[in-house]
């Protein structure tokens, strides 16, 4: 009963700067029960998981918290929030989980559990807060560390059932990159067989939409300024078309042809000319991160078209593309690595040289 009351202790690998330079790292988890966070969220702390992690993708955030790009980093930064494991320990009113079952961890860890949002499943939305997987401050005053390390503590709620035939390390990667482009698919009924859909970005989540567009039955147009690109997005992952994005001349043949945009390009990126690819009331969405969005009025007014924007997703919405990409055999494609590499990896992933997600094999390589 022990390990209910205090915290283990943990075997990470963190930052300690701004340099972003990680390093084996020993702290102690929270404890399977708090007296603290019983006094906010009564009973609960008898929903606690506690996850083996096996495996854990790499994804920009870690680059954003580990370097401080935002100006908030709480170091020491223990990043990772694609997590995927083996549940270890559970509390004693537990009901989803036993032990031995495969499981992941995304984004956030933790929300108010008390508003319209939470109670939806759109716990993401929390608007007195979701909690962060890595680099944030819990209601219990504890800053999250996240998967580059041996375990993590959560509460039931915030862990999703991996089926069993689908390979941890394939999973990892859908809890942020999957997630957040099947999130605004099924939101805005993206997923009608027959509609077309533009794709501008092959990364991390391009590759992803692409593999869902589909899987949905949509026609899929991918977009980048890469032509090297081409043959990895008609012959691999299966789009209807590529286009180069800087040739105007096949930009102006597609105009008012798709139904939906998904924008998932890195850095700074003009909006206007793919706007234009939209038919009538058709929609564009963001799950990019540009530092400004720039756009000429004429381009909504013309065709009544929408611009949203979307990031991760909720409880719900998780559970079920995890269950829809086994059912339909959707997989990421992934470069596994030992946790010594991520700071190499890092530096890939900057210059757009991953295809097209690392995953840390955090069992055989965490020591």
């Known amino acids: 009963m022990s390990s209910f009351q205090e915290g283990k202790d943990c075997l990470g690998w963190a930052a300690r700067d701004a340099s972003g330079v990680l390093s084996p790292y020993h702290f102690k988890r929270r404890p399977m029960q708090r007296i603290n966070f019983e006094e906010i969220y009564p009973g609960q702390s008898v929903l606690m998981t506690l996850v083996k992690i096996t495996y854990c993708g790499i994804c920009y955030g870690d680059i954003v918290y580990t370097r401080n790009k935002h100006e908030d980093s709480k170091y020491p930064v223990v990043p990772g929030h694609e997590i995927a494991g083996i549940v270890q320990e559970v509390g004693s009113n537990v009901q989803r989980f036993k032990t031995g079952d495969p499981v992941g961890v995304g984004t956030y860890i933790n929300s108010c559990r008390n508003c319209d949002e939470c109670?939806?499943?759109?716990?993401v939305q929390c608007p007195n807060g979701m909690v962060p997987t890595i680099n944030a401050v819990d209601v219990d005053g504890?800053?999250?560390?996240?998967?580059?390390?041996?375990?993590?503590?959560?509460?039931?709620?915030?862990?999703?059932?991996?089926?069993?035939?689908?390979?941890?390390?394939?999973?990892?990667?859908?809890?942020c990159s999957g997630i957040t482009v099947y999130t605004p698919m099924i939101h805005y009924k993206m997923n009608q067989p027959g509609k077309s859909l533009g794709v501008i970005g092959l990364g991390g989540?391009?590759?992803?939409?692409?593999?869902?567009?589909?899987?949905?039955?949509?026609?899929?147009?991918?977009f980048s300024t890469s032509i090297s690109k081409k043959e990895e997005a008609l012959n691999v992952l299966g789009a209807d078309k590529f286009v180069v994005s800087t040739d105007e001349e096949e930009m102006k043949i597609l105009s008012r042809t798709l139904d939906f945009v998904i924008d998932s390009a890195s850095g700074d990126h003009p909006f206007d000319p793919y706007m234009s690819l939209l038919k009538t009331n058709g929609l564009f969405v963001m799950v990019c991160y540009p530092k400004e969005v720039k756009l000429d009025p004429l381009s909504l007014f013309t065709g009544m078209r929408s611009i949203t924007g979307s990031?991760?997703?909720?409880?719900?919405?998780t559970q079920e593309m995890l269950e829809f990409c086994a059912a339909n055999k959707i997989y990421p494609e992934i470069e596994v690595i030992p946790i010594e590499y991520a700071y190499e990896a890092f530096e890939r992933m900057l210059k757009g040289d991953v295809k097209y997600r690392f995953v840390i094999d955090i069992e055989n390589s965490l020591k």
């Open 119 to 123: 109670n939806e499943g759109l716990e």
């Open 142 to 175: 504890t800053i999250t560390k996240g998967g580059y390390s041996s375990f993590i503590v959560v509460h039931e709620r915030y862990c999703y059932k991996i089926p069993e035939n689908y390979p941890l390390a394939l999973a990892a990667p859908l809890l």
């Open 205 to 222: 989540l391009g590759h992803m939409a692409v593999k869902f567009g589909k899987a949905f039955g949509l026609n899929v147009t991918v």
């Open 311 to 317: 990031f991760t997703g909720g409880t719900k919405l």
